[in-house]
């Protein structure tokens, strides 16, 4: 899971409050709009206009995310430091090998 699915998840959590908060508006311009059918539907004379901008399940997707993104690329990384280290070693023993022969 690269970068591209990171982006999806930071643009889903930002996403989600405007979401909720465009539903809100427009149950407020209903509310305006008609009292009584929103008096009706809520059971009595007041109306319950409740905004709940909740984005923990969004939040934890992304913080799985990183975990994983972040362990992915700390492997990714390690490998290449071993590589790394073992073609240094290659070149230290060929430089070696070369001295030894050219000494005779």
Do not use: C, H
Request: aromatic share 10%; net charge neutral; glycine share 8%.
């Amino acid at each position: 899971m690269g970068a591209e699915t990171g982006r999806l998840l930071v643009a889903a959590f930002l996403d989600r409050p405007l979401r909720d908060l465009l539903l809100f508006l427009e149950k407020v311009r209903d509310t305006i709009r008609n009292p009584g059918k929103a008096m009706a539907a809520a059971g009595g004379p007041v109306v319950n206009l409740q905004l709940v901008l909740d984005v923990d399940e969004e939040v934890r997707a992304f913080e799985e995310w990183a975990q994983r993104f972040d362990q992915e690329r700390w492997l990714r990384t390690a490998a290449e430091r071993r590589r790394q280290s073992s073609s240094l070693w290659s070149i230290a023993a060929g430089f070696l090998f070369g001295y030894w022969i050219g000494k005779d």
